[in-house]
Structure formats: C-alpha cells, structure tokens
C-alpha cells in the first residue's frame, strides 16, 4: 500500500539509490526529490512542441521526456526549443522510456552533441532492473542515470519472502521447536562477523561467548525509545550502509549468478546448547 512505498523509497534511498520520485516520501524522511515528466501531460497537448515548452516554462530545470510519439523527432523537438529559448535554456536532459534504450541512447547523444547540448544528460527508464542496467553499461550505452519503479517497488524476482516468528527464549530458558525441516537455536544469541578486507563470514554465538571479529547485535532502544548513542540522521544511516555494502565479497554483491555462499557459522556452545534441549524435549519435557 501507500505506507510500504514511503518506506520502500527510504529504504532504497539507506541501500544507494540518488533519490526519489515519491513527494511524500521526501517530505516525510527528507529525501532528495526527482523526477520528470508524464506521458499524460504531453497527450494532454495537441502538439509535442507545445508541451515541452509549457512544461519548461513552468519547470526550466527538469528532464524532458521524449518518447511519448517518436523517440528522435522528440530529441529533435528539445534541440529547436533550446535553439529558440537560447541562454534561457536551462534543461537538464532527456528522458527514454521505451524501445531500444542502448540504440537509442546513441542517437539521441549524437544528435545533441551535434547542436551543442553536451550538457543535456541521458535518463533511461522503462521496466528497468540490475540485469538491464547491467547490460546497457556493459555496452558503454551514453546513459547518465536510470530510473527504476516496479523493479524496486515490489519484489520483481521473489513474489514472497517467507519469514516466521519463532519463541527462542523464555523465562530464562532456551526454548525451541523440532518440526521437520524447521531447525531452530535456542536462546539469546551474538552475530560476530569477521573480515580481511571484505567480510568473510558470520558466527552465530550464545550471547555471554566472545569470539572474533565485530559482534553485529547491539542494545539500540531501551524503555521503548532509542537511546542517544544510536540516534543518526538519514545521511549518516546511509553512508554506513554504503561503507558495509562496499565489504561485501564479490560473490554476494554481484548480481551474477554464484555458487559460492555466504559462510555462517554455529559456534561449538550454541550447537551444544541447541543439542542439550533437543535431548530433554524427546525425552519428555518436564
């Protein structure tokens, strides 16, 4: 709903994105806003000139769209309105929403380094995800920035994430279920996540162990509010998240397929743990 796309864009703003085009989003977290123009708004017009040059009127800086009734000759179009308005120009770019991205990027950036728009950069929208993306700048496609929607707005490649809540603790006991298929480890527990360079693995510990590297589980809130030393802007959030998105290994971070996982480990006390209340729950409880 409404609530989970205004999450959803602070959350893809934290994981790297330059901002959003959701106003209310920006508003509500204080997240870069951006954004283009509408199809509607050029059908709206009887003619294709006529709506880049109201809608410049009214936004000189935006980023025209021009594939709404021939991707070129809307190029064309922008060329004549930045001839005719001259230093009153001030365009940013174009957008491509459809067809041939890569080829049209091509021709589109030649024809407006023909009439000296250097400056106007290439937008490309339209269905797009990592893979597509991938193989545009792959091609050294002349794309400044894209534009993603219902790839990161809804959950393109996994229609659902099954998670399920499970009691591991309870009045100082560790508790666990043994359905098949459904292990559980018992007890409060510590994530301690080395590295040598880029982060190399995970080992799940019983809360009292110490073992190496960064333990990941921290007090953040106490009595229902988040506790001062924890307390960090949008900005500050997203640079951290960006520093731990750069020490991921190759083989989680890239969107190529691997067979090489993340390692996670138990350690030795919490496996002995979890084995400790399996035994007494098959002999009987009590």
Same mark, same amino acid.
């Given at each position: 709903g409404i609530d989970a796309g205004i999450k959803g864009s602070r959350a893809l703003y934290l994981s790297g994105i330059a901002a959003t085009s959701n106003m209310l989003a920006g508003r509500t977290y204080d997240l870069p806003v951006a954004g283009t123009m509408a199809h509607s708004y050029i059908q709206a017009h009887d003619c294709e000139y006529d709506a880049f040059k109201n809608f410049t009127n009214a936004f000189p800086e935006t980023v025209l769209l021009v594939d709404t009734i021939d991707t070129i000759k809307g190029v064309e179009k922008v060329i004549k309105l930045a001839h005719e308005l001259g230093d009153d120009f001030k365009v940013k770019g174009i957008r491509l929403d459809s067809g041939d991205l890569g080829d049209l990027a091509f021709k589109a950036r030649e024809l407006l380094d023909e009439h000296n728009l250097k400056h106007l950069k290439i937008i490309a929208s339209g269905g797009l995800d990592e893979h597509k993306i991938a193989q545009l700048i792959k091609d050294n496609a002349p794309i400044d920035g894209f534009g993603v929607g219902t790839g990161m707005g809804v959950s393109d490649d996994a229609s659902a994430l099954d998670m399920a809540y499970k009691l591991v603790e309870y009045a100082g006991k560790g508790r666990l279920k043994l359905s098949s298929g459904k292990p559980v480890l018992p007890g409060e527990k510590q994530v301690f996540?080395?590295?040598? &360079? #880029?982060? $190399?693995?995970?080992?799940?510990? /019983?809360?009292?162990?110490?073992?190496? &590297?960064?333990?990941?589980?921290?007090?953040?809130?106490?009595? *229902?509010?988040? +506790?001062? $030393?924890?307390?960090?802007?949008?900005?500050?959030? /997203?640079?951290?998240?960006?520093?731990?998105?750069?020490? +991921?290994?190759? $083989?989680? #971070?890239?969107? $190529?397929? =691997?067979?090489?996982?993340? /390692?996670?480990?138990? #350690?030795?006390?919490?496996?002995?743990?979890?084995?400790?209340? =399996?035994?007494?729950?098959?002999? &009987? *409880? *009590?």
């Open positions: 996540r080395e590295a040598k &360079g #880029s982060f $190399s693995h995970d080992n799940i510990a /019983r809360v009292e162990e110490q073992l190496p &590297g960064e333990p990941l589980l921290k007090k953040v809130m106490q009595n *229902g509010k988040r +506790l001062p $030393s924890h307390q960090r802007n949008i900005e500050e959030i /997203r640079k951290y998240a960006q520093q731990q998105l750069n020490k +991921l290994p190759d $083989s989680v #971070s890239s969107i $190529s397929r =691997t067979e090489e996982s993340y /390692r996670v480990e138990i #350690s030795d006390k919490l496996a002995n743990y979890q084995k400790e209340i =399996t035994e007494h729950l098959k002999r &009987g *409880g *009590g």
